[in-house]
């Protein structure tokens, strides 16, 4: 399956990217982790030093020219072979039960592309739209894709392939609206298998209802492992609330496959 995940910066869609890939990986299933935000903190969040992140894409100009050329661009490159030359092996972030295997996690930095005083980035896109639809629509097993805050990439309609779409926002309006926001222009993709995660709510706190807003798959409490790790670590993994965290993972899957 593959999905991607989308939100207002800062609501926690990398960290819930991060959780759900290391609980694939646990299970036994091999999975590609796509950093498609502006931020580029998915490796990080998985447990990589700051100086271990693959290099991201968008700054290998040899590739961009080698496979989309100069002048007259080549719109449809060959890029079957870059993820396995361009990805890295993320660490497991937790023990996998008795008897499983545990599957192969695998990270590929997008980066992004600004137009401020670099010219025209017209190449870059296509490399990174060429290599994000290779992965979606050809590449079998697991994808999960980290997307820039906002509904930017849902713009260009870069993930109109993804099978399902994750949706979160923190406890405020803004972070809804954006949810909202996200849920309505997905849907004018045809992107109907959508959910909305909330991050950081508490239980009794009941969400308000906004037109687009998907339909509810998980809450996720706030966690105060959490927020002792990240005081010291930037890793959301293997946190002391890691149970709570898959009984929450395996609800918003379900909620996704029905």
Not at 64 to 91: F, K, S, Y
Request: hydrophobic share 45%.
């Amino acid at each position: 399956m593959k999905l991607a995940f989308a939100g207002k910066g800062g609501v926690g869609k990398t960290t819930i990217t991060a959780w759900l890939g290391d609980y694939l990986a646990r299970k036994g299933y091999d999975v590609w982790m796509v950093d498609a935000d502006t931020a580029l903190s998915l490796g990080q969040a998985c447990g990589l030093a700051a100086g271990d992140q693959p290099e991201p894409l968008v700054t290998r100009m040899d590739l961009i020219r080698e496979r989309i050329g100069t002048g007259m661009m080549n719109l449809n490159p060959d890029v079957g072979d870059l993820p396995d030359e361009l990805a890295m092996d993320l660490p497991l972030g937790g023990k996998c039960e008795a008897g499983i295997r545990p599957g192969r996690k695998r990270l590929l930095v997008m980066g992004t592309v600004t137009a401020a005083g670099g010219g025209c980035a017209c190449e870059a896109n296509s490399l990174l739209k060429a290599l994000l639809r290779h992965l979606v629509v050809e590449t079998g097993g697991w994808v999960l894709v980290d997307l820039e805050a906002g509904v930017e990439h849902l713009g260009r309609g870069t993930v109109a392939h993804v099978d399902g779409l994750v949706v979160v926002s923190e406890p405020s309006m803004r972070g809804l609206q954006a949810a909202a926001s996200i849920g309505n222009m997905a849907k004018e993709l045809k992107l109907a298998r959508q959910v909305l995660v909330l991050n950081r709510f508490p239980d009794e706190v009941p969400a308000p209802k906004l037109d687009g807003l998907p339909e509810l798959a998980a809450v996720f409490p706030p966690l105060s492992g959490l927020v002792h790790r990240q005081l010291h670590s930037s890793s959301v993994l293997d946190l002391p609330e890691q149970a709570q965290i898959d009984e929450l993972l395996k609800k918003m899957m379900l909620r996704l496959a029905g």
